[in-house]
T-cell receptor, first 115, second 115 residues
């Protein structure tokens, strides 16, 4: 079985400060991991993914995420937050050995960047 | 330009009416998905398809039905709308193959209100 958890419903950060949105996963093998962002009244936009290779993945809008196998985590990070980063963020996982199953999404974390 | 489209964007309809939410993609993707999402909340997978004439039910029990007669088109139908169907409906698509390493692309969503 595959699952993903986002332990924080809400993250608040001051503009210009670094931000972290947490994600942990559970799969039986090596995971495929994804981050998406959702702005109000919009669909989800893909930010980045980890498939294999370098544990640090760089994505859109200056975001990056670090895959940590020992901690089964894939936290999303940005060195300097912008007010425009305020949105809902979703982590997702797929176990490539699980057959043709769809992505499993976390419950989402709302990020508020305060000016 | 390759994209994924949903119509209508907003729909207000009375109880008991039959409605069809349209989703089309121009990327040639085999896999398509429907999610239900209350505003700012988690995603619930309600239907998915891995190709023409293939449909599967998702994790969330839904009174809706889907069809996949053409690769690019994946409409969702509610035979008799109820207030409990009030929600946002998101359509997504992705490439097949690669044991699921491909990200999903999301449409802008349809906000449905049943009065």
């Amino acid at each position: 079985a595959q699952s993903v958890a986002q332990p924080e419903d809400q993250v608040n950060v001051a503009e210009g400060n670094p931000l972290t949105v947490k994600c942990t996963y559970s799969v039986s093998g090596n995971p495929y991991l994804f981050w998406y962002v959702q702005y109000p009244n919009r669909g989800l936009q893909f930010l980045l993914k980890y498939i294999t290779g370098d544990n640090l993945v760089k994505g859109s809008y200056g975001f990056e995420a670090e895959f940590n196998k020992s901690q089964t985590s894939f936290h999303l990070k940005k060195p300097s937050a912008l007010v425009s980063d305020s949105a809902l963020y979703f982590c997702a996982v797929r176990d490539p050995t699980s057959g043709n199953t769809p992505l499993v999404f976390g419950k989402g974390t709302r990020l508020s960047v305060i000016a | 330009e390759a994209d994924i489209y949903q119509t209508p964007r907003y729909l207000v309809i009375g109880t008991g009416k039959k409605i069809t939410l349209e989703c089309s993609q121009t990327m040639g993707h085999d896999k398509m998905y429907w999610y239900q999402q209350d505003p700012g909340m988690e995603l619930h997978l309600i239907h998915y398809s891995y190709g023409v004439n293939s449909t599967e039910k998702g994790d969330l029990s839904s009174e809706s039905t889907v069809s996949r007669i053409r690769t690019e088109h994946f409409p969702l139908t509610l035979e008799s709308a109820r207030p409990s169907h009030t929600s946002q409906y998101l359509c997504a698509s992705s490439e097949s193959g690669g044991q699921g390493l491909h990200e999903q692309y999301f449409g802008p969503g349809t906000r449905l209100t049943v009065t």
